[in-house]
């Protein structure tokens, strides 16, 4: 089988000639001889890695689609944003909004040598900070999906893989306005306004979801944000309000375009693999193993696996840390697991990737491994 064909086969829930390995954001898309200081890429320890994912791995290169003529942001004439560098070169981003006779503002901070983004100061620090924000006008949904990203991913990537829809779910958008405690503290003793400000973000992300999955039909999506409300950051019963309630009417707009959706959530899953299941996705990721996670991959498999593709199983800080020969278990350990009994699908994945400007030569061993022991399975 083309590596494509492998990987929707196992979307399909049909037969493969072996289960499909993906480095997850490692997809071979990575730009080596980009310059950019922040680009942590165009260190040479990453080159072998990304010439590996690009011609041995299962290819699933995700990416979100913006929109064509889409409405003017109501809040753009509010909204104020700054950047500077401090003095150790790191990139300093400011955004201010006024909302009434307050004025938001969040900090980010990026570093050269690590490939995220750290909010230093969130939006949102009180309820009425929250009160304000739900009186600005919201976004409006609008124009054409830019469908190009993905077809010139399809173009380039050939019989080699397949391109996915990268999307947020609405506690995606609206936990990070908060800092993690005070997210939690909001979302338990104030239902009715956080259920607001979801609804918020509903309203203008299901039209656009829609017409994506129409433009885009028969696609893999990924959904993040579900991980903000399991356990134990919430209880189960606010992740059925806050997710369930939520994410189905996305699934069902990918589902009804012929797309597959796969719901992405880290951390703690056993008190809610029924609420996700319940949202309709045809696929889970990472399924963290425990110390990470709470359940086994035997247990997801077994109970899920008729519904549920399952991505994973192999933790980033293992893939960073152990020596490969002690890797090499948790990998033949996911394989046996994710492929037992009857299933829709398995495909290995570690739960990310490293983030540093320098990449291991244990951690590119341990990449080295997983494809060398799937291609031998």
Same mark, same amino acid.
């Given at each position: 089988?083309?590596?494509?064909?492998?990987?929707?086969?196992?979307?399909?829930?049909?037969?493969?000639?072996?289960?499909?390995?993906?480095?997850?954001?490692?997809?071979?898309?990575?730009?080596?001889?980009?310059?950019?200081?922040?680009?942590?890429?165009?260190?040479?320890?990453?080159?072998?890695?990304?010439?590996?994912?690009?011609?041995?791995?299962?290819?699933?290169?995700?990416?979100?689609?913006?929109?064509?003529?889409?409405?003017?942001?109501?809040?753009?004439?509010?909204?104020?944003?700054?950047?500077?560098?401090?003095?150790?070169?790191?990139?300093?981003?400011?955004?201010?909004?006024?909302?009434?006779?307050?004025?938001?503002?969040?900090?980010?901070?990026?570093?050269?040598?690590?490939?995220?983004?750290?909010?230093?100061?969130?939006?949102?620090?009180?309820?009425? !900070?929250?009160?304000?924000? &739900?009186? =600005?006008? *919201? %976004?409006?949904?609008?124009?054409?999906?830019? @469908?190009? $990203?993905?077809?010139?991913?399809?173009?380039?990537?050939?019989?080699?893989?397949?391109?996915?829809? !990268?999307?947020?779910?609405? &506690?995606? =958008?609206? *936990? %990070?306005?908060?800092?993690?405690?005070?997210? @939690?503290? $909001?979302?338990?003793?104030?239902?009715?306004?956080?259920?607001?400000?979801?609804?918020?973000?509903?309203?203008?992300?299901?039209?656009?979801?829609?017409?994506?999955?129409?433009?885009?039909?028969?696609?893999?999506?990924?959904?993040?944000?579900?991980?903000?409300?399991?356990?134990?950051?919430?209880?189960?019963?606010?992740?059925?309000?806050?997710?369930?309630?939520?994410?189905?009417?996305?699934?069902?707009?990918?589902?009804?375009?012929?797309?597959?959706?796969?719901?992405?959530?880290?951390?703690?899953?056993?008190?809610?693999?029924?609420?996700?299941?319940?949202?309709?996705?045809?696929?889970?990721?990472?399924?963290?193993?425990?110390?990470?996670?709470?359940?086994?991959?035997?247990?997801?498999?077994?109970?899920?696996?008729?519904?549920?593709?399952?991505?994973?199983?192999?933790?980033?800080?293992?893939?960073?840390?152990?020596?490969?020969?002690?890797?090499?278990?948790?990998?033949?350990?996911?394989?046996?697991?994710?492929?037992?009994?009857?299933?829709?699908?398995?495909?290995?994945?570690?739960?990310?990737?490293?983030?540093?400007?320098?990449?291991?030569?244990?951690?590119?061993?341990?990449?080295?491994?997983?494809?060398?022991?799937?291609?031998?399975?």
């Amino acid at each position: 089988m083309t590596r494509r064909e492998r990987l929707m086969a196992t979307l399909r829930g049909e037969p493969v000639d072996r289960p499909a390995v993906s480095f997850y954001e490692i997809d071979g898309s990575q730009d080596t001889e980009n310059q950019d200081p922040f680009n942590i890429y165009n260190h040479p320890s990453w080159k072998p890695l990304i010439d590996l994912a690009r011609d041995r791995s299962d290819r699933i290169v995700r990416r979100s689609v913006s929109f064509i003529n889409e409405p003017r942001d109501p809040l753009a004439e509010s909204t104020k944003t700054e950047t500077c560098f401090d003095e150790a070169g790191s990139l300093l981003t400011t955004t201010t909004i006024r909302a009434g006779r307050r004025v938001l503002t969040m900090r980010t901070k990026r570093d050269k040598d690590i490939d995220t983004v750290w909010t230093i100061e969130h939006l949102l620090k009180d309820l009425d !900070d929250l009160k304000a924000y &739900l009186e =600005l006008p *919201a %976004p409006a949904s609008g124009g054409a999906p830019d @469908t190009g $990203v993905i077809l010139n991913i399809e173009k380039n990537l050939g019989d080699g893989g397949i391109a996915m829809v !990268d999307t947020a779910d609405p &506690l995606c =958008l609206a *936990a %990070p306005l908060f800092e993690m405690g005070q997210f @939690t503290v $909001v979302a338990m003793t104030e239902p009715e306004l956080f259920h607001r400000l979801l609804e918020r973000f509903s309203g203008w992300m299901l039209p656009r979801t829609e017409a994506i999955a129409g433009a885009l039909p028969g696609r893999l999506w990924r959904i993040c944000g579900p991980e903000y409300a399991s356990p134990p950051y919430l209880p189960p019963r606010l992740f059925q309000e806050y997710v369930t309630g939520y994410d189905k009417p996305i699934v069902e707009a990918i589902r009804k375009h012929g797309g597959f959706a796969r719901i992405h959530s880290h951390g703690h899953l056993r008190e809610v693999l029924d609420h996700i299941a319940a949202t309709g996705c045809m696929g889970l990721d990472p399924i963290e193993p425990p110390p990470q996670g709470d359940v086994e991959l035997e247990y997801v498999r077994e109970k899920y696996g008729a519904q549920l593709v399952l991505f994973g199983n192999l933790e980033a800080s293992d893939l960073e840390n152990l020596e490969t020969n002690e890797f090499a278990k948790k990998i033949d350990r996911a394989i046996r697991a994710g492929t037992s009994g009857h299933g829709r699908g398995f495909v290995l994945m570690p739960s990310a990737c490293p983030y540093g400007r320098v990449l291991s030569k244990r951690a590119l061993a341990n990449y080295e491994k997983m494809v060398e022991m799937i291609e031998k399975f």
